[in-house]
């Protein structure tokens, strides 16, 4: 099962302060200072005017081959999902998600119901 510390959940947060919401966050080669990103702010990056669906996906992607029109890529920012007890800032390569951590991060709601 699926689960991360209070620790974990207090530091999944968008740089503008949005959380308990789905995060995006650059590639591994990118630093981490740039911190994660809220579907708004991810969109606001990657230059894009789209609504994201309830897990996440969007139609405005450019597919690699064999995946399917729509993805839970914005941009080239990739969905944040912690690995737990790796420590802050740790996050599962897009490619090697597991089921139960991917599952986790579709459930949680796309935008940020807090008021900022
Ligand atoms: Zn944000």
């Given at each position: 099962m699926y689960t991360l510390s209070s620790a974990e959940l207090e530091r999944y947060v968008c740089v503008c302060g949005a959380r308990h919401c789905k995060l995006w966050r650059f590639p591994?080669?990118?630093?981490?200072?740039?911190g994660l990103r809220c579907a708004t702010c991810a969109l606001a990056v990657a230059n894009l005017v789209t609504e994201i669906g309830p897990k996440g996906r969007h139609s405005l992607g450019t597919p690699a081959k064999n995946e399917p029109m729509d993805t839970d890529r914005i941009g080239i920012l990739v969905p944040a999902v912690p690995i737990p007890k790796e420590g802050v800032g740790n996050y599962w390569r897009y490619n090697s998600i597991p089921k139960s951590a991917r599952e986790w991060w579709e459930t949680l709601p796309t935008y940020s119901q807090i008021s900022l």
């Open positions: 591994a080669n990118f630093t981490r200072a740039k």
